[in-house]
C-alpha cells in the first residue's frame, strides 16, 4: 500500500500575467540545478492514492475531451504550489507479452511565435510557430489522424487490441507556458488530446506553466506525465537518485490532477540499462526517448521512440534549414499511417 503523500498547496492571487518568454536551457543540455531541490515545509494534507489502472477499454474511439463551458479562464490567480517529494514504495508491474504498434509519437517543445523567440536562442529548432502548429494539427484533422494519450497507447499494447490507422500521441516536454498560451488552445480547436511531459520541481517558475495552468490542461483531457522532478540527467544519477527523482514527480503530478501518471520522458532523451530499470522500478507503464521513430513495442517500453517536430531543421554543419510544416507532418507520419 502506497504511504499517503504530504502535500501542501497554496494558492495566491496576484497579478496572473503569463511568462511567455522561451528557455535558453534547451533540451540538450543538462540543468545545472541541484539534484531534487526540496519544497519548503508546509502543513501536510492527506491524498489518498488512485488505482494505477485507468479506465475500461475502449480503443475504438480515440480519447474523449470534455470541453469547457465557458470561455478560457486564463488562470487569472497564479497558482504557488508546492510538494515535497516522498519516499513511497514502488507498484507492481503487470506482466506483458510483446505489442509492437505503428503509433507515432511526435514531440514537441515550445510553440512561439519567431517574433518571440530571444534573440541567440541557443536551440532555435525546438521553437515552432503557432500559425505552423495550427496548420500541423488542420493537416491531421484533414488526413483522418486521431489522438490518444499514452495512457490508451499502453492499454493497446497490454490488451493486445489493434488501434486504428491514422493513430497519434501528441506530446510536449517540459511545460514551458508557451504551451498552454499557444499549443493548447489549437488542440482545443481540432479536438486533439496531447501529453505533457511535465517538470514538477519547476511549477509556476518563470519559465514554466503554473499549477492553475496544468490542471486546467488536464481537466481538458489532456495527459500530464513525469519528466523527472527537476530534469537531471538520469544517467548521471545512481539507481535509487534515478528513482527518486521519478518517483517525485509522478507523486507531485498525481497530487496536483489526481492521476498518477503511467509515462515518463527521459530528460535530453539520455538512458542506459540504470535509467530503464529505475523507470520499471517506479512502475512506470512507458518511457520515452528522443530517438527517431514510430515503432512502439511493448519489448521496449522503457526505451520508445519518438517523431520530433522542429520548428527548423539542424543540419550536420550546424546551420539551419526549414523545418516541419503542416505538410510535411504528413510525409513525417505517412509511413506510419498504418493500413
Ligand atoms: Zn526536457
Excluded at 41 to 59: F, I, T
Excluded at 239 to 263: F, K, M, N, W
Aim: some cysteine; charged content about 20%; hydrophobic content about 40%.
Amino acid at each position: 500500500m502506497r504511504r499517503e503523500l504530504s502535500v501542501a498547496v497554496i494558492l495566491t492571487l496576484c497579478s496572473g500575467a503569463l511568462v511567455e518568454s522561451a528557455s535558453p536551457a534547451a533540451h540538450p543540455v543538462p540543468a545545472a540545478d541541484p539534484f531534487m531541490t526540496t519544497a519548503p515545509a508546509a502543513p501536510s494534507l492527506a491524498v489518498s492514492p488512485l488505482p494505477r489502472s485507468g479506465a475500461p477499454l475502449a480503443l475504438g474511439a480515440p480519447d474523449v475531451k470534455r470541453h469547457r463551458d465557458s470561455p478560457r479562464d486564463p488562470c487569472p490567480g497564479s497558482s504557488e504550489w508546492s510538494v515535497a517529494p516522498q519516499d513511497s514504495p514502488a507498484r507492481a508491474v503487470a506482466s506483458v507479452g510483446p505489442a509492437t504498434l505503428h503509433v507515432p509519437v511526435l514531440m514537441y517543445h515550445h510553440v512561439l511565435p519567431g517574433s518571440q523567440v530571444p534573440a541567440g536562442e541557443r536551440y532555435p529548432d525546438l521553437f515552432v510557430d503557432p500559425a505552423v502548429f495550427d496548420a500541423q494539427m488542420a493537416a491531421l484533422k484533414a488526413g483522418g489522424w486521431r489522438t490518444i494519450t499514452t495512457r490508451r497507447l499502453w492499454d493497446a499494447m497490454r490488451s493486445g487490441m489493434a488501434i486504428p490507422p491514422r493513430t497519434v500521441v501528441i506530446t510536449f516536454d517540459d511545460g514551458r507556458p508557451d504551451q498552454y498560451t499557444y499549443a493548447f488552445p489549437i488542440l482545443e480547436r481540432y479536438g486533439f488530446s496531447a501529453t505533457f511531459f511535465i517538470i514538477p520541481g519547476r511549477i509556476g517558475t518563470s519559465q514554466h506553466m503554473t499549477a492553475c495552468q496544468l490542471r486546467e490542461i488536464a481537466a481538458a483531457g489532456n495527459e500530464l506525465a513525469d519528466h523527472t522532478w527537476n530534469h537531471g540527467d538520469l544517467t548521471t544519477l545512481t539507481l535509487e537518485q534515478a528513482r527518486s527523482t521519478i518517483r517525485a514527480a509522478a507523486d507531485a503530478i498525481e497530487s496536483l490532477v489526481g492521476v498518477r501518471p503511467v509515462a515518463l520522458a527521459y530528460p535530453y532523451g539520455h538512458y542506459n540499462s540504470t535509467v530503464e530499470a529505475a523507470a520499471d522500478a517506479e512502475g512506470n507503464d512507458l518511457a520515452f526517448t528522443t530517438r527517431h521513430g514510430a515503432l512502439e513495442s511493448s519489448a521496449t517500453r522503457f526505451a520508445e521512440p519518438r517523431l520530433r517536430v522542429n520548428g527548423l531543421e539542424r543540419r550536420p554543419d550546424g546551420s539551419y534549414g526549414a523545418g516541419t510544416t503542416g505538410q510535411s507532418i504528413l510525409w513525417l507520419l505517412s509511413a506510419y499511417a498504418g493500413a
